[in-house]
C-alpha cells in the first residue's frame, strides 16, 4: 500500500513549502500518534486503535521507510507517547477514551525499555499509576523523566518526576498538582467551560523551571531547581474568554517566551475556537498573552473559507517540541492541526506571527478526513507527521517559502 498510497498522496494532498518524499502504512496498522528519531531508526507510537504499541523504522533513507520491528499494546490500554533518551525508550500506558469500563481493566503507569538492541526495544521496568494513567512525556535528560500521570487518591493527573537511574524500579521523585486535583484541596483553580477538562496534560522543562499545559486551567510555571518539591512560580489561564485546553506549552528561552497549544477536542468545544498563543514570560511571575497564530485556512479549490465547514475536528494539537538533537528554531514553529494538517509559522516577528506552509493529506481509505496529530522534525529538517485516523507516517522536506 505504502508506495500506491505515496503517489495517491502527492497527488491528492494541499502542499506548500514542503516536499512529500516518503510514506509507511506501519504494516497496515496506520494509527500512528507521537514519533521520534534516534540516529537512523524512527519509534513510532499508536493511538491504540490497532493492536500496535510502537513501531521500529529504519529511516536512514527517508523516501524508503522499512518498518523493522512492532511491540502490541496490553488489551484496553493504549500507549500513544514514545520518548527516547540514552539507553532507554519510555512509553505511556493509558485507558483510551473509547475503552472506559471495558474488561479486562487497563494496564496503567509508564513502561521503562532497554535500547540495548536499538531496533528491538525489550521492556525492564513499570511505573503503575492510577486512575486512567499516564498521559505525556518528556524523557531527554536521564535519568528524570517528566510525565503527567494520575497519583494515588487523585482524580485527575498530575506533573509527576520519575527516576529511572535503576530502569528495573522507576522512582518518584516529586510531584506538582494543579489546585482541585485532590478532595481535600482547599483551593481550585477556576475553570469556565460547561465540561472543563483538569489537571496536567503534559510539561516540557528547560533548565530548572518547567512549563506545564494545564488543560482549560492554562499553563503554570514551576521551578524544579529542587525536582522533589516542585513549586509553583506563576498561573495564566485565557480561558475564559476563548478556548481552553492547553495541550502544549513550548519554552522559547532565548527569546523569553512560550508558544501554547490549544487543542481542539469535540467534548469540549463549549470555549469556542482553539488556538495557539504567544505568552510572554520575560517576568515569570507575571506572564502575558499578547499573539496568537492565524487560523489556517483551506486552498480556493475546497469552496469553503474554514476548515471547521470540512468534515473533521480543526483546531491545534501538537507542537515540535525543539528537542535536543533535532531540529531547533525559536523563529520557526511547526504544529499539527487535526483535519487542517501540519502547518508551520514564522514568528520572527513575535507580534505578527504568519503561516508560511502547510501540508493536508487525502484521509485514508475508509476515512472523510486526516487527523493529524504528532510530528518530529529532525536536525536536517526531515519531517515525520503521523495520521491517526489510519493514514500512517508521512515523510516531507521542508523547503520554506
Known sequence: MTTRW??????HSDIEGFRLIGHSDLGGHGDGFQVIRRDELLYVAHLGTSPMALSVLDVSDPADPRLLHQIEHPRNTRCHKVQVAGNLLIQ???????????DPAPITGLTVYTLDDPTQPRPVGFHPASGVGTHRLWFS??????????????????????????????ASVGSWSVPGTFPDD?????????????????????GDRAYAACFDAGMAVLDISDPSTPQLISHIS????????????????????????SEAVPRTLQGGDKRIWLIDVTQETHPVTFATF?????????????????????????????????????????????????????????YAP???????????????WSAMNDLYVDAEGIVFVTDRLGGGLYILQYVGR
Do not use: C
Open 186 to 206: 482547599v483551593d481550585t483553580w477556576t475553570r469556565a467551560e460547561d465540561q472543563p477538562q483538569d489537571g496536567v496534560h503534559g510539561v516540557i522543562p528547560h
Open 238 to 261: 485565557w480561558s475564559p474568554p476563548f478556548g481552553g485546553f492547553a495541550h502544549t506549552t513550548l519554552p522559547l528561552p532565548a527569546r523569553g517566551l512560550v508558544v501554547a497549544s
Open 92 to 102: 505511556n500506558n493509558e485507558l483510551p477514551y473509547w475503552a472506559k469500563g471495558a
Open 354 to 368: 504568519r503561516e508560511k506552509g502547510y501540508f493536508v493529506p487525502p484521509p485514508a481509505e475508509g476515512q472523510e
Open 294 to 350: 492565524p487560523d489556517p485556512r483551506p486552498p480556493a479549490r475546497h469552496g469553503v473559507s474554514s476548515y471547521h465547514d470540512l468534515p473533521g475536528v480543526f483546531g491545534p494539537h501538537n507542537l515540535h517540541e525543539n528537542r535536543p538533537g533535532s531540529y531547533i528554531s525559536e523563529e520557526t514553529i511547526f504544529a499539527t492541526y487535526s483535519n487542517a494538517g501540519l502547518r508551520v509559522f514564522d514568528i520572527s516577528d513575535k
Open 141 to 170: 535528560e536521564p535519568p528524570l523523566a517528566h510525565i503527567s500521570s494520575v497519583l494515588p487518591g487523585g482524580s485527575v493527573q498530575s506533573y509527576e518526576i520519575v527516576d529511572l537511574s535503576d530502569p528495573m524500579n522507576p
Open 6 to 11: 505515496l503517489e495517491h498522496a502527492q497527488e
